[in-house]
């Protein structure tokens, strides 16, 4: 019987103890003043979703609609698989709750980044140490003491838009003993859109030394909406590195709108600072056509660099370019040395992927300017990298070469060990259309994987290349 007893009281004890800590829960959570809430989820719940968020990212959230199995880059090997795809989806339902609550959300955001712990948490806390350990569970499921930093951060500049009030806030944050804390500030003022009427706050950023690589990155960043071109015509030449690096940044994203520069970067450009010197470079070829005298004049400088010579040479195949002086310079290229051909081959494919995909201009130009080219181009397809020899799948797609060695290269690949090599092979075929009947075959025994991304990009190259041959 009192074996029985205290069972009963044990009992009894338990239930008041686990009603006393759902009570002191319910009134912590209900004291927490001021928390947005968006279809039915308060705004941290919405906010755990998003660590590591940048502005740029969001927005690539925003436009795009996933699908199991969509390859989110030409080198992505895997696609969304079950689980990578619902983390998108939840990722781009926090970011419209987000966008919907829109400034309504930024005073509670900016409550709790990097605010010291209250007291409200700190008894939360002490209530999930003696709790059970399946309450303790659902207190931290629900955030109700979880507060993830860089989850708030990602949730600021998602908001960056929307959130032009936290400019001043951020600017004093730059100033900050924490390390971390400036790093973010930074990170999140790179998302704020800012207007011209701040501009002062960028200058006295740039002239206190303490927040001058700040303030730089700033400008970088800011610039072209900002900054009048006159005015970084100014700062290309000031004496401090950090200033000129952000100014050049700044200029490349203006492009053509910064021609008034011109004089600053050509004196850069002859500067025996071969630093100074690629970042010049690099403005003149964004600005493109209104530089290609310049460029020309400088190109016997550099054309015994290959990196230097390739870059001067697209950069003048770009829309905005002069592709008559592009050919010239090419053409004087090829003649100073015709083995540079290979070389130059290879450096563009071993470019990042998005330099491969901007390349169909020039590849056809070389092709048709050096027999050499596309042998070297087929050679890489052969590379030990696994990435070299997509790349130039995706290379020999984009500039669809008319001769006959072509199709039975990239037929080959199909064959190749990794699958990335054999997804871009696939698309390069599909580009070719009715002159990829050859493939047919093989592409449709090669849907007999099992893998989805396989089976998709196999079944689109398929109707494509059956759609053109009729």
Known sequence: MRGVTKIKTMKKRLGIIVLA?????????LAIPGEPQYQGRRLSQW???LPDLSFFTADYYRTNNFTLGTRVSPLDAIGLTPERLSDALEKK??????DALGPAAVPWLISQWHAPVSRKTKALLFIAQHSPNWVAAKMKKWGWFDRNEAAITSALRVLGPQAHSLLPLMIQKLSDTNPNIRGEALSIISAIFIEKEDLPLIRGLLNNPATRDAGAQILTAKAPHTVPPEELGAWLMDSNQSVKSAACLAVQKLGPLASCVLPQLIALAHTNDLKLQRMALNCLEQIGAPAADALGELFPKHMNSGDSGLRLIMSLMEPQGDLDKARELLQSYINADPNRVPGLVTLLIDRSENVVLKSAVFLRELEAVSPAALPALLKVLNHKNMYMRAKACLALGLMRSESS?????????LNDDEIVVRLNAADALRAYGSH????????RARQATTNLVEQVCYSNALQIIARKGL
């Open 405 to 413: 060695l072509v199709g039975p290269a990239l037929i080959k690949c």
């Open 93 to 98: 339902q926090a970011i419209a709750a987000l």
């Open 21 to 29: 800590i759902t009570l002191a829960a319910a009134i912590c959570l």
């Open 436 to 443: 990829a009947a050859d493939a047919i075959e093989k592409l």
């Open 47 to 49: 906010v755990r979703l």
